[in-house]
């Protein structure tokens, strides 16, 4: 069964500090990986995207990374803002562009 | 970039009316958009898929009757909630795909309030 899971399902961190995200999947054809920030009441927001080849993407203070092999992603966040708090989801695209959503990870940054 | 709007993004009804929410694609063609449902604190389930021109690909357990999806052109999609009931408030997001493309990009959601 193709699934999508994240990890942690809440995260409060202090404002400056780091985190990783975590995202596991069982998806299989794999065509492609995405981390998407949505804010609430908004939207999701593509961050990454991320193909079979590639291991590492950034895009600003956010970095992802994936492990084809381990069928493994992480999201991590350099030097957190109060604006990094949000739903972080992860989607996994199969075969036939079928999207697969992760439940997402709710992140606080605190002052 | 590419920039999806919707509109309303928020509405209020009353019990037994329809609403329609629109999905357009400002500055590039969409083939393909779908529309999410989703509630507090859970993430997106996706509801069907709409092609242009086509009949859209609705979802397992998702009343076709209950949410009619017309996507007359390549910039627009619509949703319709038919003689909506409180239990169809929710927040309702589309999503289109361009055309030859792999991106994805989603619009800001539309929450919808039945009284």
């Known amino acids: 069964k193709n699934q999508v899971e994240q990890s942690p399902q809440s995260l409060i961190i202090l404002e400056g500090k780091n985190c990783t995200l975590q995202?596991?999947?069982?998806?299989?054809?794999?065509?492609?990986l995405r981390w998407y920030k949505q804010d609430t009441g908004r939207g999701p927001v593509s961050l990454t995207i991320?193909?079979?080849?590639?291991n590492t993407k950034s895009n600003g203070r956010y970095t992802a990374t994936l492990d084809a092999d381990t069928k493994q992603s992480s999201l991590h966040i350099t030097a957190s803002q109060l604006s990094d708090s949000a739903s972080y989801i992860c989607v996994v695209v199969g075969g036939y562009n079928k999207l697969i959503f992760g439940a997402g990870t709710r992140l606080a940054v605190h002052p | 970039g590419a920039v999806v709007s919707q509109h309303p993004s928020w509405v209020i009804c009353k019990s037994g009316t329809s609403v329609k929410i629109e999905c357009r694609s400002l500055d590039f063609q969409a083939t393909t958009m779908f529309w999410y449902r989703q509630f507090p604190k859970q993430s997106l389930m996706l509801m069907a898929t709409?092609?242009?021109?086509?009949?859209?690909?609705?979802e397992q357990g998702v009343e076709k009757d209950k949410f009619l999806i017309n996507h007359a052109s390549l910039t627009l999609s619509t949703l319709t909630v038919t003689s909506a009931h409180p239990e169809d408030s929710s927040f309702y997001i589309c999503?289109?795909?361009?055309?030859?493309?792999?991106?994805?990009?989603f619009g800001a959601g539309s929450r919808l309030t039945v009284l």
């Open positions: 709409s092609n242009e021109g086509s009949k859209a690909t609705y």
């Open positions: 991320m193909t079979f080849s590639e």
């Open positions: 999503s289109a795909r361009s055309v030859g493309a792999n991106v994805l990009t």
């Open positions: 995202c596991n999947y069982t998806v299989s054809p794999f065509s492609n």
